[in-house]
């Protein structure tokens, strides 16, 4: 039986065991977290599991997906339940019939009832079961129940593997309602994935990333400067996510305080980015920024496109030079009653100082053995462009 508030499957299981809460005594007969570990024929496992609580879309064109086709495939080696990780459920219920070795398995709250890990796994026998006969192949299923207090926890610390990035986890745990309501009006937004091999070209890495050059409540003048936004979007994943953690949705939350500038910063991003050869030309007249090392020029019939904007440029820019001009109009930012607004505008002052800032970063990769990637990380060049954007505030 199907419907949208509950779901009740019955299927055949080889094996079925219920392993005892160790915290708890039978006799106190409490309704608590429980773990059942099943084997299955993967012929007999229903199509329909609830997915909405895996943290990870499932594509089986990657590495990972195709090594478990060919495990499930090669029915000349019958462990395929032995070699696999298996499918994670979390259940409202579960009671096994043991005349007709049937289980039943209940789920009637979609957020935090369904599968957890293995989705890979569980696709994968979906696509391929077909192919295989009846007691050929059997997956092991562990499921869970009465843990929806800790589902988080439970889904982010059994989605330990490489393929699961913080992201998946974070959106999982929807950490990013922050963004997605502030720039829900952005067009780029549709183009924006917030977990692994979900669709879309624009990381929330890179959002995360940009927007941490703007936090001045961990970026303090010329205290220190975000350099981590070019060297480790790892990083500035994990500084997001601890700042949700600790304030949530509060006016305590930098990234809530940056609500009323949010959209603009990416609007410079794009300003920068689509001028940058523009600027260059008005301090070198005769020079060719397209000729400096690390700037990309389209070849015949190729057109570039700005990051988010989507809109044609003359050339691509290195990060290592986009990240530092723009991360210097942190100098522009004040917080006043608990929000971040702009001292001065920040699209005239790039307009009025634009040539320099590019003057002094090409000049400084130049110094630097013409090495954007030096250029992105040097503490120096980000003060330096930081004070030249600060002293604008003076004219």
């Not at 090669?74 to 043991?98: M, P, Q």
């Not at 010329?222 to 509060?250: A, R, T, V, W």
Request: hydrophobic fraction near 35%; aromatic fraction near 10%; charged fraction near 25%.
């Amino acid at each position: 039986m199907v419907n949208e508030e509950r779901r009740e499957l019955t299927f055949k299981a080889q094996s079925f065991r219920k392993v005892p809460n160790p915290y708890l005594k039978s006799e106190e007969g409490e309704k608590e977290a429980a773990m059942y570990m099943v084997i299955c024929d993967i012929k007999d496992i229903p199509d329909n599991f609830p997915m909405e609580t895996n943290p990870r879309e499932q594509k089986l064109t990657t590495n990972v997906a195709k090594k478990i086709k060919a495990s499930l495939l090669d029915t000349n080696e019958l462990n395929f339940y032995l070699l696999n990780r298996g499918i994670l459920l979390s259940a409202k219920d579960v009671t096994f019939n043991n005349y007709s070795n049937e289980m039943t398995v209940v789920f009637d709250d979609f957020e935090v009832h369904g599968n957890v890990d293995g989705g890979h796994t569980y696709k994968t026998i979906l696509e391929n079961r077909n192919m295989i006969d009846n007691g050929k192949q059997y997956v092991k299923i562990e499921i869970l129940t009465g843990v929806e207090g800790i589902f988080q926890s439970l889904a982010a610390a059994r989605n330990t593997s490489v393929q699961v990035q913080d992201k998946s986890i974070a959106e999982l745990e929807d950490r990013f309602e922050i963004i997605k309501n502030t720039l829900a009006g952005e067009s780029y937004m549709k183009r924006v994935f917030f977990k692994e091999n979900d669709n879309g070209d624009i990381d929330v890495a890179d959002l995360l990333a940009v927007l941490n050059m703007f936090n001045i409540s961990r970026y303090n003048a010329m205290d220190s400067f975000p350099i981590n936004s070019y060297s480790s979007k790892k990083k500035c994943i994990d500084l997001y996510i601890n700042e949700h953690k600790e304030y949530g949705e509060s006016i305590d939350n930098p990234y809530v305080k940056m609500k009323p500038i949010m959209a603009d910063i990416f609007k410079l991003y794009n300003e920068i980015e689509k001028n940058m050869n523009t600027y260059y030309r008005q301090k070198n007249p005769s020079g060719r920024y397209g000729a400096t090392k690390g700037v990309t020029t389209p070849k015949a019939g190729q057109v570039f496109k700005s990051k988010f904007m989507n809109e044609e440029i003359e050339v691509l820019s290195p990060n290592g030079f986009i990240y530092p001009i723009l991360g210097a109009f942190r100098a522009l930012v004040e917080e006043k009653d608990g929000s971040y607004f702009w001292i001065k505008n920040p699209f005239s002052v790039l307009n009025n100082i634009g040539p320099d800032l590019v003057e002094s970063t090409v000049s400084m990769s130049r110094s630097l053995g013409n090495n954007p990637q030096s250029v992105g990380k040097d503490a120096n060049m980000w003060k330096t462009l930081y004070m030249t954007v600060a002293f604008a505030l003076m004219s």
